[in-house]
């Protein structure tokens, strides 16, 4: 597979993983805001399943998209992008092991052990939950600063991954589409420019 191949399937990721993660956001069930000693039965329902493993799946294509983000613009987003790359990538990295634990094991303790999310302590399991993606996109902050100064990708873009990268830190339904729109706009522009010469390789056919 060659570079752009790689750099157009990492734009795809990128894409899919912003529309999953809205589809995630519609799905989540309010009842677990509202409620969250309804988490054992929560965790039962078709719509938490499915909310689950969306979230799991574009969680592991974010990753794969935010390689791709960063190295088409790698140099134009200098020190603060080397810095934004690592922290978003362990960050997500590490949500992506708290959203296979919300696909797998939490439905699993609703069915054997539903005692166990109803306990004083799963409170803080049901706290976490609504929040968590609101620090996963807080730790993108950086990287979106850094994208946004590099001006690479479309400027209204990377804006929308600023700012979404704020609001999601709202404990309130919903606050997280911004940043799923701006990944999922980030990887169809990346897709696009793929196709085209990137600004390093521009620069070096006008010195040449």
Do not use: C
């Not at 060659?2 to 157009?8: A, E, G, I, V």
């Amino acid at each position: 597979m060659s570079p752009s191949q790689l750099t157009r399937a990492s734009g795809w990721a990128a894409a899919l993983a912003g529309a999953f993660f809205i589809i995630a956001e519609v799905l989540t069930p309010i009842r677990l805001v509202t409620n969250p000693d309804a988490l054992s039965r929560v965790a039962l329902t078709d719509r938490f399943v499915v909310q689950s493993m969306l979230t799991f799946l574009a969680a592991m294509l974010l990753l794969a998209g935010l390689v791709g983000l960063y190295a088409f613009q790698s140099r134009e987003a200098g020190r603060l992008g080397a810095i934004g790359f690592p922290v978003a990538f362990f960050v997500t990295a590490l949500m992506l092991g708290d959203f296979y634990a919300n696909t797998f094991v939490t439905p699993a303790l609703a069915i054997g052990v539903p005692n166990a999310l109803d306990v004083h302590n799963a409170g803080v399991l049901a706290f976490w939950l609504p929040l968590e993606f609101g620090f996963l996109a807080l730790a993108w902050f950086p990287f979106a600063v850094a994208t946004l100064r590099a001006g690479v990708y479309p400027r209204g873009s990377a804006w929308l991954l600023v700012v979404g990268a704020l609001v999601a830190l709202v404990p309130l339904p919903y606050v997280n589409v911004p940043f799923d729109a701006a990944v999922a706009w980030l990887g169809i522009a990346l897709m696009k420019r793929s196709a085209s010469p990137s600004p390093r390789q521009r620069l070096r056919r006008v010195r040449a």
